[in-house]
């Protein structure tokens, strides 16, 4: 249940500096590269790399987080004018991460990884015994066994001073780069990087508070000025304008860049966000435009599967099938999570061997749960909120059974929506109320967009709308206001005259230069007709 207290705006601004704890950053107070365990040999052995003229190659990862880092590398290398390898391991091919196979395809004295590696046990023994010097970047939970690397970055290791557990791939990228710049005396545009890093720090799911905060909100500033010719074609596809955000980027760009690995190789939306004309970008993002097309399709009918393996008595839900398509598995464990409103494991299963990914709901640290029954995976990795793992077809059941048994313990049962932050009347609307939701934003993880609760509202009309009529637009009194609002894609039913109870989001709408008070309504429920 939500809190069901009146909210006033000093109550409102109080509860939203409160998921904060206070901690707000400038750019320039962001903790230094030089907290990080390793950095400081990594880039020495970097440095000495570039003066020795060795092969260098940066292997990266098929997810937005992965990709994004590996063109941040990309980038540096390039402003550092020293030409390197670079791959992303090819999700049917290869696999994930560092592997034998991804060693074997490289000609390299130094490998760099961006976004995974933490687990790559075997495949930093052929490094050791060819000679390789190996750089782990990663930001995965940290396994009972870690690969014998050169250097090992990632702040999850216990030793690692760095103050900010939950960050991502992309972002220690971002950290690593500017500081080989500064190391090499080379000059960097770190607002670039840092708009390329804000993409991952949203489709990663990080948490919005802290330095993912202020650096998101700086990326997203500089991503809506930037002229690299990625964001000049998405710029034409209305994809990036003024009022560019962090849910667009989740909705939208996100799974385009995303598609490319899901379904194809991720080398794609690579090239894309780091092509050097437009047109080469805009080619490259109708091709990636298509296959995110593709991609919904397919997660559409495997969803549809899914959702109907699970009981609702789960308290996780672990569903599998035959071949279904491994690039879309992770969005469909997504989809049945929010659905039963559990965490969420999906697998795809063929010649025995089932390989999944799961994603958690709620406060329930998945990773955590999963590790308690870590002695019947092939393969297992990941963090709190996402990961992947594999094992034998024949243990799917008695896995299924035991995690069950500890997510009844470990995972506490979601009754509430915590993004309702109480009742707010509509008499407290107003635009002063729109400037405190818009002073701690981005909103997402850990900082949901705040949704708000008004009893006994009257319904002065109402009218379906939309190309298909699946929408509804009302006009709504409250008190001693009326406000306009929209209900998107329902069949409920109403009729002037009703008084309802909703759920309910506020933003601001601008046109020809003036401001409007927007109201989404998430839910609604009548109360008498």
């Known amino acids: 249940m939500y809190k069901d207290r009146p909210l006033t705006k000093e109550l409102l601004y109080q509860e939203l500096y409160n998921r904060h704890n206070g901690e707000f950053f400038t750019l320039k107070e962001l903790p230094y590269p030089k907290q990080f365990k390793d950095m400081e040999r990594a880039l020495k052995r970097v440095v000495e790399a570039i003066e020795c003229k060795e092969k260098i190659a940066i292997v990266g990862d098929y997810d937005v987080d992965g990709t994004v880092a590996t063109t941040i590398m990309r980038e540096l290398f390039v402003t550092i004018g020293y030409e390197v390898e670079w791959i992303i391991p090819n999700r049917f091919r290869d696999g994930y991460g560092l ?5 074997d395809k490289l000609n390299a004295d130094l490998i760099i990884t961006v976004d995974n590696g933490i687990a790559a046990v075997e495949a930093a023994k052929v490094c050791k015994e060819r000679g390789i010097d190996l750089i782990i970047t990663d930001h995965h939970s940290i396994p ?17 001073p760095f103050p900010f557990k939950e960050i991502c791939g992309a972002q220690i990228a971002w950290y690593f780069a500017v500081a080989l710049c500064r190391k090499l005396n080379v000059k960097v545009d770190a607002n670039e990087l840092l708009a390329l890093a804000s993409l991952a720090i949203v489709a990663d799911i990080m948490p919005l508070t802290g330095i993912n905060r202020t650096m998101l909100l700086a990326g997203i500033a500089y991503l809506k000025r930037s002229k690299k010719p990625f964001i000049d074609a998405m710029r034409l596809k209305g994809m990036v304008d003024d009022s560019l955000s962090s849910e ?6 996100a799974p385009l860049i995303n598609s490319a690995g899901r379904l194809k190789d991720a080398s794609i939306a690579s090239n894309m966000l780091f092509s050097r004309s437009l047109t080469q ?3 490259l993002l109708e091709e990636l435009t298509a296959l995110n097309n593709e991609r919904k399709a397919i997660e559409k009918e495997i969803t549809a599967k899914a959702l109907k393996q699970v009981n609702s008595s789960d308290k996780i839900a672990i569903v599998w099938g035959e071949d279904w398509h491994e690039g879309v598995i992770g969005i469909v464990a997504s989809k049945v999570a929010e659905h039963y409103k559990v965490p969420a494991i999906v697998l795809s299963c063929k010649d025995g061997i089932c390989k999944g990914s799961g994603r958690s709901y709620g406060d329930c640290d998945l990773y955590a749960l999963v590790a308690k029954t870590r002695e019947y995976y092939l393969k297992f990795g990941g963090h709190k909120s996402a990961l992947g793992l594999s094992l034998e077809a024949e243990k799917l059941p008695l896995v299924k059974q035991l995690l069950n048994i500890e997510a009844a313990s470990m995972c506490k049962e979601q009754h ?20 405190i939701l818009e002073k ?3 909103y997402g993880e850990a900082n949901p967009k705040p949704k708000f609760v008004a009893k006994g509202v009257s319904i002065l009309e109402c009218k379906d709308v939309g190309k298909n009529a699946e929408h509804r637009s009302y006009y709504l009194k409250h008190g001693n206001k009326s406000y306009r609002a929209i209900e998107f894609r329902t069949k409920d039913t109403c009729s002037s005259g009703d008084t309802t109870d909703i759920h309910y989001r506020l933003s601001r709408n601008n046109y020809n230069g003036k401001s409007y008070i927007n109201l989404t309504i998430e839910h609604i429920e009548h109360s008498n007709s």
Do not use: R
């Open 440 to 442: 701690f934003e981005p």
């Open 281 to 283: 970008a805009q080619e």
């Open 99 to 103: 592997s034998k196979g991804v060693v």
């Open 144 to 160: 009972p066994t870690v690969p014998e690397a050169y250097a090992i970055i990632n702040q999850k290791q216990s030793s690692c």
């Open 416 to 435: 509430h929506d915590a993004s309702i932050l109480g009742l707010l009347p509509f008499d407290e609307i107003d635009f002063e109320t729109l400037e």
């Open 248 to 253: 667009k980027i989740a909705f939208y760009i």
